[in-house]
């Protein structure tokens, strides 16, 4: 069976530090990845998505990157954080149509 | 671009009630799925419904594609259906990207 893994799964990070959270999923091959970030008490927003390695698609600019170095593996990162990056970071894999969700990273930055 | 709003945006209920959530979406979709996040954060893939009926247990789910809504029903619910419920969908020009509902937040009630 397919399992998604996500770490950390809580951060605390000071404005302006770097950022790497990674994502990496068992039990399938080449499947789409997506990273959502979700501010608290509102929806999902899509930030980056993936149909294979190195092919990565942007959905909102500025100080977030994403990186599929394998085919399994998916990194969201800053260089340096500002406070409205704040907010609950969820990972998810879709095949056939259907997604899934790993348990998120809650990011905190003071 | 597409949108998807979905009814009501709150609804709190006694124990052992019943209840629908709907999804109406502007455009015509190719993937729809119901999401549950539970108070921890993880999202929950209940269905993957992009027309027709299905059901699990104590939840079903009906999307009337060419009338562009869909319908969650929860019967006899239980404290730990407590949460938020999205759905998602993908469009034909848009098919890797899913867009998400702006949720509807159901507390139960012991």
């Known amino acids: 069976s397919q399992t998604i893994h996500q770490w950390p799964a809580t951060l605390v990070q000071p404005v302006g530090s770097p950022l790497s959270l990674e994502c990496t999923v068992e039990?399938?091959?080449?499947?789409?990845l997506y990273w959502y970030r979700q501010a608290a008490g509102r929806g999902l927003q899509l930030l980056f998505y993936?149909?294979?390695?190195?092919?990565i698609s942007s959905e909102v600019p500025q100080n977030l990157s994403a990186s599929r170095p394998q085919d399994r593996q998916f990194i969201l990162s800053s260089k340096k954080l500002l406070l409205s990056d704040s907010g609950f970071y969820l990972c998810?894999?879709?095949?056939?149509?259907?997604?899934?969700f790993g348990p998120g990273t809650r990011l905190l930055v003071l | 671009g597409i949108q998807v709003e979905q009814s009501p945006p709150d609804l709190i209920l006694q124990e052992g009630a019943n209840s629908t959530l709907r999804c109406n979406f502007s455009?015509?979709?190719?993937?729809l799925q119901w999401f549950h996040q539970n108070p921890w954060g993880q999202l929950i893939n209940l269905f993957y419904?992009?027309?027709g009926t299905k059901q699990n247990g104590r939840l079903s789910a009906t999307t009337v594609a060419t009338e562009r809504y869909s319908l969650l029903y929860i019967s006899s619910s239980q404290t730990t259906d407590s949460g938020v419920y999205f759905c998602?969908?993908?469009?034909?020009?848009?098919?890797?990207?899913?867009?998400f509902g702006t949720g509807t937040r159901l507390k139960v009630l012991a």
């Open positions: 998810a894999w879709s095949g056939r149509g259907t997604q899934y």
């Open positions: 455009d015509s979709v190719n993937n």
């Open positions: 998602a969908v993908t469009t034909t020009s848009g098919t890797y990207k899913y867009i």
């Open positions: 039990g399938t091959s080449n499947p789409n």
């Open positions: 419904i992009p027309s």
């Open positions: 993936s149909v294979g390695i190195g092919q």
